[in-house]
């Protein structure tokens, strides 16, 4: 099993940052793929980035490249979304996943943390 903890969301401008965390604990955590997730109002939850177990490949959805970057800690077992250039339309509650690789994360995680609001003013 594999717990997980996101953390960092809030309350932000148009134009503004956030940076989010994701907290991992459990069995071989570090040989795990992770990613992050986003569900707003109304919508389905949508892939926006993963990155591999080793922390060497990325992948990210159109919507984030070019303003969002994932990355990780192994040793601390924790993996960040740095925001940038906030949008109205990025207002949702942003998921932590993982899987065993990270085309299986971007398809869909075996295991999710609980979420964190993130709320992006006009």
């Known amino acids: 099993q594999v717990q997980l903890v996101e953390s960092g969301g809030g309350l932000v401008q148009a134009g503004g940052s956030l940076r989010l965390s994701c907290a991992a604990s459990?069995?071989?955590?570090?040989?795990?793929?992770m990613g992050w997730f986003r569900q707003a109002p109304g919508k389905e939850r949508e892939f926006v980035a993963a990155?591999?177990?080793?922390?060497?490949?990325?992948l990210y959805a159109d919507s984030a490249k070019g303003r969002f970057t994932i990355s990780r800690d192994n040793a601390k077992n924790t993996v960040s979304l740095q925001m940038n250039s906030l949008k109205p339309e990025d207002t949702a509650v942003y998921y932590c996943?993982?899987?065993?690789?990270?085309?299986?994360?971007?398809?869909?995680?075996?295991?999710w943390g609980r979420g964190t609001q993130v709320t992006v003013s006009s």
């Open positions: 996943a993982a899987a065993l690789n990270i085309v299986s994360v971007k398809t869909g995680g075996n295991y």
């Open positions: 459990g069995r071989t955590v570090r040989n795990y793929a």
């Open positions: 990155v591999s177990g080793s922390g060497g490949g990325t």
